[in-house]
């Protein structure tokens, strides 16, 4: 089975701080690897997807990567901001099965 | 707008009551999923659905039981058999079979147990 983990479980950094958020998977046989945003209460927002044949996908200040051989990801936030403060989830599809697995998520607090 | 709409966004569920959480979709995506999430945990698995008529248990399914009678609809109903179901449940949809295969989600709602 598949086993997703995001270490750190909560981070904090001044405003206008670049970091980075970790997330490892123990089967490399993904089919995609997708990073979504949580606000308190609510659900989940994709940020970015990144197929298996991909090693990095760009939306504006974040960028993930996608190493398959060592079943690691990252999520790297430029210039982070008050409004960044959210729990950052990973999930990853396996090439068979329909399944999506999920890490437990790193709650970043960004202070102003 | 498309989306997915889960409702009710609060419930409160009595001992010995069944409930259902209902979730719309109109995407029209052929895969449904139920999620639940606990405080410091991971999403879990309860059912999916790739196709109408169709669905599968997750990792979870105890006590919860669900139907797909129609493409845009995933209703969820959580049993008295389930023993704990204080928890945010989450709704979430994908194209299934596109390429990218990308997870849409609900806004979630929150039960409680009186």
């Known amino acids: 089975k598949q086993e997703v983990t995001q270490i750190p479980a909560a981070l904090s950094v001044p405003e206008g701080e670049n970091l980075v958020l970790n997330c490892s998977f123990t089967?490399?046989?993904?089919?995609?690897l997708q990073w979504f945003r949580q606000d308190p209460g609510k659900g989940l927002t994709s940020l970015l997807l990144i197929q298996s044949s991909q090693r990095e996908q760009t939306s504006g200040r974040l960028n993930a990567s996608l190493d398959k051989s060592s079943g690691r990801s990252t999520l790297y936030i430029a210039a982070s901001q008050p409004g960044d403060s959210a729990t950052y989830l990973c999930?990853?599809?396996?090439?068979?099965?329909?399944?999506?697995?999920f890490g437990t998520g790193t709650s970043l607090t960004v202070i102003p | 707008d498309g989306g997915i709409t889960q409702s009710p966004k609060y419930l409160f569920r009595k001992e010995g009551q069944n409930v259902t959480l209902s979730c719309e979709q109109n995407l029209n995506h052929d895969a449904m999923y139920w999620y639940r999430q606990d405080p410091g945990q991971g999403l879990r698995l309860i059912y999916y659905s790739q196709i109408v008529n169709d669905f599968q248990k997750g990792d979870i399914a105890e006590g919860y039981s669900v139907s797909r009678e129609k493409k845009e609809s995933f209703p969820l109903t959580v049993t008295s058999a389930q023993k704990n179901p204080t928890a945010f449940y989450l709704c979430a949809s994908s194209p299934n079979g596109g390429i990218g295969e990308k997870l849409f989600f609900g806004s979630g709602t929150q039960l409680s147990v009186l």
């Open positions: 999930a990853v599809k396996l090439n068979t099965g329909n399944q999506f697995y």
């Open positions: 089967d490399s046989a993904i089919y995609n």
